[in-house]
């Protein structure tokens, strides 16, 4: 579960609900404000912060885990500058689009297909270049916002080796819009370099992200 504040204050029964619920262990935290109401009402939940809690030093990881039990891992940060920080608590996205941007103008409204009140909601962007852009709207009664991502996923697969000697706590694999069959492929696939050691190619399009380029 990723918590954000605005979902609370809209809509705040049906999460306290759901975050209550025995069935949830965990929740993935995004903002500062956030963290603060888990910890607040639901102080025995295991807490991990998202990536838009910036863990791009010592300093920052630091005070992230003064109200965490884990944290993601910067995507901003490349290999070499991840060799430096002390990952034993932190996750890492090794599979998954980088989401772009946040945007309160809702694209769905934009085209002429308000969905207030109706929830969760995929649509595409194109770009200049004719790139597929996955856009998710989060379309409440009183809020609407859509997390706009990238055209292709960041996929580390090849980088197995290397990121096996950053003694990390734990990997994460994000899926926006692939269907039951890549998800499968894509966990197999995973399986199959991080555990067995087996090589893989494949099909789909993907990108290092900034793991050996860093930020330019």
């Known amino acids: 579960v990723i918590c954000r504040k605005e979902h609370f204050e809209q809509t705040e029964s049906m999460f306290a609900d759901m975050i209550a619920s ?26 991990c912060g998202d990536i ?12 992230i885990l003064q109200s965490v039990n ?16 002390t990952l034993e608590q932190g996750e890492l996205m090794i599979y998954g689009r980088y989401p772009l941007m946040n945007t309160a103008n809702c694209v769905f409204l934009t085209h002429g297909d308000c969905r207030r009140g109706k929830g ?19 379309c409440e009664e009183a809020v609407c916002h859509n997390t706009v991502y990238n055209s292709v996923p960041t996929s580390l697969h090849k980088n197995a080796d290397v990121i096996r000697t950053m003694n990390l706590g734990g ?9 039951v069959h890549m998800i499968k492929d894509i966990l197999a696939l995973y399986h199959d370099v991080f555990v067995t050691g087996t090589e893989h ?16």
């Open 171 to 179: 990997y994460q694999l994000r899926f926006v819009d692939e269907d």
């Open 201 to 216: 190619t494949v099909s789909f399009p993907f990108t290092n992200g900034h793991f050996k380029r860093g930020i330019e």
């Open 70 to 85: 884990r944290f993601t891992v910067s995507v901003e940060l490349k290999a070499d500058e991840l060799k430096h920080l």
């Open 22 to 47: 025995d069935r949830i262990k965990g929740v993935y935290v995004n903002q500062v404000d956030s963290m603060a109401y888990m910890k607040r009402h639901y102080p025995d939940k295991y807490l």
């Open 52 to 63: 838009n809690l910036y863990a791009t030093n010592h300093i920052a990881i630091k005070e």
């Open 120 to 138: 969760e909601a995929l649509t595409y962007l194109k770009d200049r270049k004719g790139s597929s852009l996955p856009v998710i709207g989060y």
